[in-house]
């Protein structure tokens, strides 16, 4: 139960990673595959995010002189991620792109039922 | 020239990227091909240059810092023999390829959208060249996503002819998606336990926590063990090892054919690269294949992988597809090498990343003129043409017998490394294993061998040779990977350097 509580913070990352994970193999609906990614991956965002949090950290700014020596949070990770958010957005961006071109040629965004039209042309 | 000279690192990944961003906004009509064709030609150039420059260094090493910042705070190019081998390999193929396209892509692809075609395919270039040279941890995740996204939507581009090359876009985006992810969660493990995104810096870092294992206070094991797992999950997606290759035949078959030779000839290629670099340089190979035993895990995967993409070449009627699981099987002997560590096994593994570019490569581009001559490249499109295109069938069987390495091909020369690799570190078995990939290997080429010769065409069609925008190029790779089986010098030579570099920074 302690690892569980000292560790919530990843444990809730965890979970959200999870949930994207199940809808990226569960779901045949192309558009919530999409939309399960963009969970996966803003579970790993918060991971990333939570790795350089302190315990009473406040945030990176520069401390006036004479004052007492702040603590502050790991910026790298912040910064990190927020590539990692652009990276995000484009891979939604041509997710989505393809998939109205899908709609246009199949008339459909389910994966079952292309590969059912598929079979039937005798791919 | 030495202002050139010095920043040739960062030239080479910048050329590209910039060129793309231009050839997308003013490279309508023919304009966008020339551009990608200088552009390739000048990495071509760079990439010969940062070769020639890395292996008359003393200690094999060329060191960039981008913008002067200090590693580990700003991010570090790093040349070596091997990486300085894999960018040979990206900028040659590159470049013979885009010679090909023009005609090829001019017929498979919508006229109004070739400036943007000509855009992702340096983008692509630009990504994958990033991911060899950098020695960012997470500059490498970056590079990646660069180069997949334009990869994806290449392979989407194929729609015209085939509309499932939408739905193997998809899928190959999602999956792609998830390794890439994978790979991100990998560099956050580590670096929660070292404090470091360089790759040398988190190396450096590791050995004290490695070192407190053994003890009674062992300091961040677990976390350095879940990054490497992530990592090599990750990575193994990206270049396809069996059994995370599902992406890899559709979205070969329905891409346009010079996005095909592409991806086959360099994408997966780099991926094995990245592989090789995590492994060897960023946790040490005595970390992952002396404590973990992720050697064991690889040679199964390998093993698996050159059995089963070889039999399942077999049964193709595509041809094109016949060759996408001819390069997982072809993956497979890469990933084979690399596990075995031994200087043999991982000289076999870089000449098979450079004999293998080049045949598939080759291969590819070869089919891609049945594509522009036929209109198809089922096998029963193939059926009689070694009378009609002589010239470009007889490449392709060419480039078949470098598949099945038969002696005087390149792909001999890889095989041979490789089972004396498998020898010496008395895995025999592994050795029946390459050998009886061969004997598959001469199946599935036989198939489509006598298909292209013996095979009865009904409809008399005229067709004629290929233009010879698309020839040269072709007979090149295939010229290329015939040559470098009769004189191996050269590779063997830049193979058993990037395999010297790589064991001698054992932990």
Redo the contacts between chains.
């Keep these: 139960m302690q690892i569980v509580l000292d560790y919530y913070n990843y444990w809730a990352c965890i979970l959200i990673m999870m949930i994207g ?1 199940y809808g ?1 193999m569960a779901k045949s609906n ?1 558009v919530k ?2 939309i399960s ?1 963009a969970i ?2 803003t579970g ?1 965002l918060v ?2 995010i939570s ?1 350089g949090k302190i315990d009473g950290g406040t945030g990176p700014v520069r401390v006036a002189e004479g004052a007492a020596e702040a603590v502050y949070s790991n910026p ?2 912040h910064a ?1 991620m927020l ?2 958010i652009v ?1 995000g957005v ?2 939604m961006a ?2 989505l ?3 109205v ?2 709609r246009q ?2 008339g459909t965004i389910d ?1 079952l039922d ?1 590969e059912t039209m ?1 079979h039937e042309r005798g ?1 | 020239m030495e202002l050139i000279r010095h920043n040739l690192p960062a030239l080479i990944v910048v050329t590209p990227l910039v060129m793309g961003l231009l050839t997308s906004i003013i490279g309508r009509r023919g304009l966008g091909w020339w551009m990608a064709m200088g552009t390739t030609a000048a990495g071509l150039a760079m990439s010969v240059q940062l070769l020639v420059d890395v292996l008359s260094q003393g200690d094999r090493t060329l060191e960039y810092l981008m913008g002067n910042w200090p590693v580990p705070f700003g991010i570090g190019y790093s040349v070596d023999p091997l990486n300085a081998t894999v960018l040979l390999i990206v900028s040659l193929l590159s470049a013979v390829i885009t010679l090909y396209a023009r005609k090829s892509v001019a017929s498979e692809v919508p006229a109004g959208k070739l400036n943007f075609f000509y855009a992702l395919w340096l983008f692509c270039i630009t990504g994958l060249l990033g991911i060899t040279i950098t020695g960012d941890a997470f500059n490498l995740y970056v590079l990646l996503e660069i180069s997949s996204l334009s990869t994806y939507t290449l392979v989407a581009l194929g729609k015209d002819r085939n509309r499932r090359a939408l739905t193997s876009a998809v899928n190959y985006l999602v999956l792609g998606s998830i390794g890439a992810c994978f790979y991100l969660v990998g560099v956050a493990y580590l670096y929660m336990a070292t404090g470091s995104l360089n790759i040398a810096d988190i190396a450096e870092r590791l050995q004290p926590i490695y070192a407190s294992w053994g003890t009674d206070e062992p300091v961040y094991q677990k976390t350095v063990i879940t990054g490497f797992a992530f990592m090599a999950v990750g990575l193994s997606l990206k270049l396809a090892l069996f059994p995370l290759h599902g992406w890899l035949p559709n979205a070969y078959t329905y891409a346009p054919s010079s996005v095909s030779a592409l991806l086959a000839s360099t994408a997966t290629k780099v991926g094995a690269y990245a592989f090789i670099r995590v492994i060897f340089t960023l946790v040490g190979v005595g970390f992952a294949f002396g404590r973990l035993h992720t050697d064991v895990a690889l040679m199964v995967c390998s093993g698996a992988a050159i059995l089963v993409g070889s039999w399942l070449a077999i049964r193709q009627t595509n041809v094109k597809k016949l060759l996408a699981y001819s390069s997982i099987a072809q993956i497979g002997y890469i990933a084979l090498g690399f596990a075995l560590a031994n200087r043999d096994g991982i000289t076999a593994s870089v000449i098979h990343l450079f004999n293998h570019a080049l045949t598939k490569g080759g291969m590819f581009l070869a089919l891609g003129i049945v594509m522009y001559r036929v209109g198809g490249t089922r096998l029963s499109d193939l059926r009689g043409l070694g009378r009609k295109l002589p010239i470009t069938m007889g490449a392709f069987t060419a480039g078949g017998l470098g598949l099945i390495g038969v002696p005087l091909t390149s792909g001999f020369i890889s095989k041979w490394y490789l089972v004396s690799a498998c020898l010496e570190r008395g895995r025999y078995e592994l050795a029946g294993v390459v050998l009886v990939g061969s004997v598959l290997a001469l199946v599935y080429v036989w198939r489509v061998v006598e298909t292209i010769y013996f095979g009865k065409r009904e409809d008399e069609v005229t067709v004629r040779e290929a233009p010879a925008s698309m020839l040269v190029p072709t007979l090149i790779l295939v010229g290329a990977s015939i040559y470098f089986g009769v004189d191996s010098s050269f590779t063997t030579h830049i193979a058993g350097e990037a395999a010297d570099f790589l064991l001698k920074v054992k932990p």
């Design positions: 994970f990226i192309l595959k999409v990614l996966f991956q790993i991971f990333y790795t790298l990770p990190l590539t990692a990276v484009s891979t041509v997710a792109a393809i998939i071109n899908i040629a199949y994966e292309i598929e791919e």
